[in-house]
C-alpha cells in the first residue's frame, strides 16, 4: 500500500449471491410519451412546466423505491430530443417538427436527473409505428413517411414501417446508435409493437413485400425472420459502440398458448408473440440477442384464460439466464375489477419473489402512481420497497473488475472513502448483514467522500454487520469492505 493510503483499511468479504431479492431487484416505471399518457402531461407546455412535471414524476417513484425509468422516446417515428434523422414529437410542443423554444434538450435533461437520483434511464423505442392516428396525428413534411412513402403501410388507423424491407432495419439502426453514442443511457428498451395485433378481418398488406422477396419461407416465417433480423442487429450495434449498454425486450406477455405448441405456457390467448405479432422471443434469449425481458404480465392470479401464476411461472423456466422482469398491469386498476383488490399487486410481488430466475417488475404505468391508487404507493414504500435495491448485473456485459473503496474510520458512525479511479464507480452501497442475510441500507452517488450512518438513518445494531460496497457502470460489485 502507498503512502497516499496509510490510515485507510480494506477489510473485505466476497459479494452476496445475485440471487438474493433482498439486494438485487429491478423496479422500473414505464413512462409513456404517446398520447401524453404519463409526460408532459399536455402538448405545449414551457420548458419550465415540462422539468418540473418530470422531476415530480421521479421523486415520486424514487420515494416509492424504484430504481430505473423505462422512457418512451421515439413513440411514433419522431424523437423527443433534437435529431437529425426524425422529427421533434407533436406530444411535445404540439406540432410534430417544432422544436422546445427555447431551445433545450429533454432527453438530456431527463437523463442527468434520473441519473442524479441514483436511478437508470432505458430508453424506450418503438420500432415499427410510424403514424400513430393517419387521420389525427401531426405529421412533419420531414417525417420518414413523406420522405419515403414506400417504406409504410397503413394498417387500421395507424401507418407501419414496413418490417420486411432491408431499407427499414437499416433506418432502425441509424436511430439506435445514434441514442447509444450520443447519450449516456443505461439501455435501449422495445416493447411489444413488432406487427400489429391482429385486427378482425383485416390482413396486414405486406403480401407485395413479401412475393419480392420470400427467401424460401412461409409467409409467418418470413415474418418472424424479419423481426429476428432486426433484433439481432440492434443488439449487435449497441453492444459494438457501447458494450456495457443494455438491449431490453417488454414482449405480449404469452410466447404461444400450449394448444399449439408443447413449449408453449397453459394458456388461451387470443393472440401471442409467435402466431401473431411474430416475435420469438424464446429464439431471442436462445440465442442471447437480449439483454433483458420484461413481458406485459397484465393479467391477475386466476384469470381462466390466462393466470399469472401459470405465465410468470412459464417465463421464470425460459428466460435462458437472461434478466427477467415482471411486467405489471398497474393501469388497469382503476377499470378492471380483479385489479380493483388492494392484495392483488402484493400478491404478485410476493409471488415473483420466490421465483429463481425472475429479478424484479416493472410498471405501466407512471401516471397509474399519481393517485396511489389501493394505497399501493403506501405498500410499497411501507412493506415491499421499504429498502433500496441495487440493479441486477448482466455478467456478460461486465468489461472490468471495480476495486473496493478504502475506508479509514473517523468515528463510531463516521467514514472517509476514498477509491482510485472514480470514473469507473456508478455509486456506492451500505449494505447490513445479520446471519448473512444482506440487506441494502443505503445507496450514495460516485462523489461521495464521507458517509455518517446516522445522518442516513442507520442506528448500528450488535449484531448486525455493516458494509460498503462499490458498484461499476454495469452494476457489478467490487468486495464488500467491513465499516468496522
Given amino acids: 500500500m502507498s503512502i497516499l493510503f496509510i490510515g485507510f483499511f480494506l477489510f473485505t468479504k466476497a459479494q452476496p449471491a445475485f440471487n438474493d431479492k433482498n439486494v438485487f431487484e429491478f423496479r422500473g416505471v414505464w ?56 422529427p421533434w414529437s407533436e406530444y411535445l410542443m404540439g406540432t410534430q417538427g417544432l422544436p422546445p423554444s427555447p431551445f433545450y434538450d429533454p432527453l438530456e435533461f431527463m437523463i442527468n436527473e434520473t441519473h442524479k437520483r441514483g436511478m437508470e434511464f432505458h430508453a424506450w423505442i418503438n420500432p415499427y409505428r410510424a403514424v400513430f392516428n393517419v387521420k389525427k396525428s401531426s405529421v412533419a413534411p420531414s417525417h420518414i413517411s413523406r420522405l419515403h412513402p414506400e417504406w409504410f403501410l397503413t394498417y387500421g388507423d395507424k401507418k407501419y414501417f414496413n418490417p420486411g424491407l432491408p431499407q427499414v432495419w437499416q433506418h432502425t439502426n441509424r436511430i439506435v446508435r445514434d441514442l447509444v453514442i450520443r447519450y449516456d443511457i443505461d439501455a435501449i428498451h422495445m416493447d411489444d409493437y413488432f406487427y400489429p395485433y391482429r385486427i378482425a378481418g383485416k390482413e396486414f398488406p405486406d403480401e407485395k413485400t413479401y412475393q419480392q422477396d420470400s427467401r424460401g419461407l412461409s409467409k409467418e416465417d418470413w415474418r418472424r425472420s424479419n423481426c429476428d433480423t432486426i433484433v439481432k442487429q440492434l443488439y449487435a450495434s449497441i453492444h459494438q459502440i457501447k458494450p456495457g449498454v443494455q438491449f431490453g425486450i417488454s414482449p405480449f406477455g404469452i410466447w404461444r398458448n400450449k394448444s399449439k405448441d408443447p413449449r408453449g405456457s397453459d394458456t388461451k390467448a387470443g393472440q401471442t408473440n409467435y402466431d401473431d405479432l411474430y416475435a420469438d422471443i424464446l429464439l431471442w434469449l436462445e440465442k442471447g440477442w437480449v439483454d433483458y425481458i420484461a413481458p406485459q404480465i397484465y393479467w391477475e392470479h386466476g384469470h381462466p384464460l390466462a393466470n399469472y401464476d401459470t405465465i410468470i411461472d412459464w417465463w421464470d423456466q425460459n428466460s435462458y439466464g437472461k434478466n427477467l422482469y415482471v411486467g405489471h398491469g398497474m393501469y388497469k386498476a382503476g377499470s378492471n375489477t380483479p385489479w380493483r383488490d388492494k392484495n392483488e399487486l402484493p400478491y404478485q410481488i410476493k409471488k415473483l419473489r420466490n421465483l429463481k430466475h425472475t429479478n424484479g417488475s416493472a410498471y405501466f404505468s407512471s401516471s397509474s402512481f399519481n393517485n396511489n391508487i389501493n394505497n399501493w404507493n403506501d405498500s410499497l414504500q411501507q412493506n415491499y420497497y421499504q429498502k433500496p435495491a441495487l440493479l441486477p448485473t448482466m455478467p456478460w456485459l461486465v468489461q472490468y473488475k471495480v476495486e473496493a473503496p478504502l475506508v479509514n474510520k473517523q468515528s463510531i458512525s463516521s467514514y472517509q472513502i476514498q477509491v482510485k479511479a472514480i470514473s469507473t464507480i456508478k455509486q456506492y452501497a451500505v449494505l447490513e448483514s445479520t446471519n448473512n442475510q444482506f440487506s441494502v441500507a443505503a445507496i450514495l452517488m460516485p462523489d461521495t467522500k464521507t458517509i455518517n450512518l446516522n445522518a442516513l438513518g442507520i442506528q448500528k445494531k450488535s449484531n448486525t454487520q455493516y458494509w460498503l460496497v462499490a458498484i461499476g457502470k454495469q452494476n457489478q460489485l467490487s468486495s464488500l469492505v467491513a465499516l468496522n
Fill in 31 to 86: 413512462v409513456a410519451t404517446v398520447e401524453n399518457i404519463d409526460w408532459p402531461s399536455k402538448r405545449g407546455l414551457s420548458n419550465q412546466a415540462q422539468k418540473e412535471e418530470f422531476i415530480t414524476l421521479l421523486d415520486r417513484h424514487r420515494k416509492n423505491g424504484m430504481n430505473a425509468i423505462i422512457m418512451q422516446v421515439r413513440p411514433s417515428g419522431d424523437a423527443m430530443y433534437p435529431s437529425t434523422l426524425e
